[in-house]
């Protein structure tokens, strides 16, 4: 049984900086793609980023962050890392870690049904 465990969000100013991790376990593969989507009040979930985990390629972002936030990966540890810089109000949203046992690469589109297994999210709050 795949399990994700995410790390908790928090709650910070416009501006600010916060880290997510997400550890997969009970799982076979040595490659899988893992990411982040979030859900904005009233909004449909969204992809945000995306990487190949046992890979070394670089990571798939959304225009909406950019340049703001990084994502990462410890393959060792089949953990991944979002680091999310300049947050803004609109940021605010139930962050999730999903995982796909197929491939993703940085010019991937993130669409939900690609990914099988998902984790229970983070709150992630922003405040101007």
């Known amino acids: 049984q795949v399990q994700l465990m995410e790390s908790r969000g928090g709650s910070v100013q416009a501006g600010g900086s916060l880290r997510l991790s997400c550890a997969a376990s009970?799982?076979?593969?040595?490659?899988?793609?893992m990411g982040w989507f979030r859900q904005r009040p009233g909004k449909e979930r969204e992809g945000v980023a995306s990487?190949?985990?046992?890979?070394?390629?670089?990571?798939y972002h959304a225009d909406s962050v950019k340049g703001r936030f990084t994502i990462s990966r410890d393959n060792a540890e089949n953990t991944v890392f979002l680091q999310m810089n300049a947050l803004q109000p609109e940021d605010t949203a139930m962050y999730y870690c999903?995982?796909?046992?197929?491939?993703?690469?940085?010019?991937?589109?993130?669409?939900?049904?690609?990914?099988?297994?998902w984790g229970q999210g983070t709150e992630v709050t922003v405040s101007s």
């Open positions: 999903a995982l796909s046992i197929y491939y993703c690469g940085p010019g991937s589109d993130m669409s939900p049904a690609y990914f099988d297994y």
């Open positions: 990487i190949y985990v046992g890979g070394d390629a670089g990571g």
């Open positions: 009970g799982h076979t593969q040595k490659t899988f793609c």
